[in-house]
């Protein structure tokens, strides 16, 4: 039976190319499984408003392409919904396409993978609320996502930048976790990722271990440590090591309630917001049908 899809596309992904893939979708879209609908992002919000016309209008599949914050735009409004989340990866980073084995770096390699895909339930949190797929973060995390969505140019050389140029000024922050088991750790806190899946994108893997399908977020809470090891810590973080540091705190837990000092940014999947100075984090098991192959 052949179904309707929509794709939303963020025509500015991509170094300006997501206005290209309209024609990529029609050349390579199996139309005896898919009628597709195809609509361009005006703006920041715009992708969770065509999102919830589609979920209103019961069609069976949104497909997000563009970087992580359209899938995050695409996939909160689907959270919770039988229309599931299709994704084509055409921006930076693509983290949680990355996770899932999506290709990324190639869009029509990625249309083909929908060709064959089948529906999928995977887990998505929420901080105060606010969805994410991959993480979410308070300390230098979020002062590093705020300082990266600033700049005129994304990819890896500018999300470098962006780490380099918020490290040294940075002064780590007193936290304190309460997990849903009763068990409390607290202590001065340099970087605090709560994490569904495993990296920020690029590779860069913050939570190894973490699943999307196990009903838990991964928590990783780097302390202070010496500006010294600055690149051993970096070189842990590409290889998947970063919990084998004395420095780093690893947690798994369904739900977490963080206190910080004082009100400050956060990031959700990428994208910085300012949140009071408590954070409630929490796992929702299944809550997301995803199209994967």
């Known amino acids: 039976m052949v179904e309707p899809i929509l794709f939303i596309i963020n025509p500015i992904s991509g170094k300006g190319r997501g206005a290209e893939l309209p024609q990529l979708i029609e050349r390579c879209l199996d139309r005896s499984r898919y009628a597709p609908q195809v609509t361009l992002?005006?703006?920041?919000?715009?992708?969770?408003?065509?999102?919830?016309?589609a979920v209103a209008h019961g069609l069976p599949y949104v497909v997000a392409v563009g970087g992580d914050g359209t899938v995050n735009e695409v996939a909160r409004a689907l959270v919770g919904t039988p229309t599931a989340l299709g994704v084509v990866p055409n921006g930076s980073g693509n983290g949680f396409a990355r996770h899932l084995g999506i290709a990324t770096g190639s869009p029509h390699r990625a249309l083909q993978?929908?060709?064959?895909?089948?529906v999928e339930a995977v887990d998505y949190?929420?901080?105060n609320g606010h969805p994410f797929l991959c993480t979410a973060g308070a300390g230098f995390d979020a002062v590093m996502g705020d300082r990266f969505v600033r700049l005129p140019r994304r990819g890896l050389t500018s999300y470098v930048r962006a780490v380099v140029g918020?490290?040294?000024?940075y002064k780590p922050v007193w936290c304190q976790l309460h997990l849903d088991g009763g068990q409390v750790v607290e202590?001065?806190?340099f970087l605090l990722a709560v994490a569904n899946a495993a990296q920020w994108g690029y590779g860069v893997r913050i939570a190894?271990?973490?699943?999307?399908?196990?009903?838990?977020l991964?928590?990783?809470?780097?302390?202070?440590?010496?500006?010294?090891?600055?690149?051993?810590?970096?070189?842990?973080?590409?290889?998947?090591?970063?919990?084998?540091?004395?420095?780093?705190?690893?947690?798994?837990?369904?739900?977490?309630?963080?206190?910080?000092s004082a009100p400050d940014v956060v990031h959700v999947d990428g994208e910085p917001f300012a949140?009071?100075?408590?954070?409630e984090a929490v796992c929702h098991r299944g809550g997301l049908r995803v199209l994967l192959s």
């Open 41 to 53: 992002t005006k703006g920041r919000g715009h992708a969770t408003d065509l999102a919830r016309e």
């Open 113 to 118: 993978q929908l060709n064959a895909a089948h």
């Open 125 to 127: 949190g929420t901080l």
């Open 166 to 169: 918020g490290y040294w000024g």
């Open 187 to 189: 202590g001065e806190v």
């Open 208 to 216: 190894p271990d973490a699943d999307v399908r196990d009903g838990l």
């Open 218 to 260: 991964d928590i990783t809470m780097v302390a202070r440590f010496p500006k010294w090891r600055t690149l051993g810590m970096a070189l842990r973080l590409f290889a998947g090591r970063i919990g084998s540091s004395r420095y780093v705190t690893t947690l798994r837990t369904k739900a977490i309630r963080v206190v910080r």
């Open 275 to 279: 949140m009071e100075a408590v954070l």
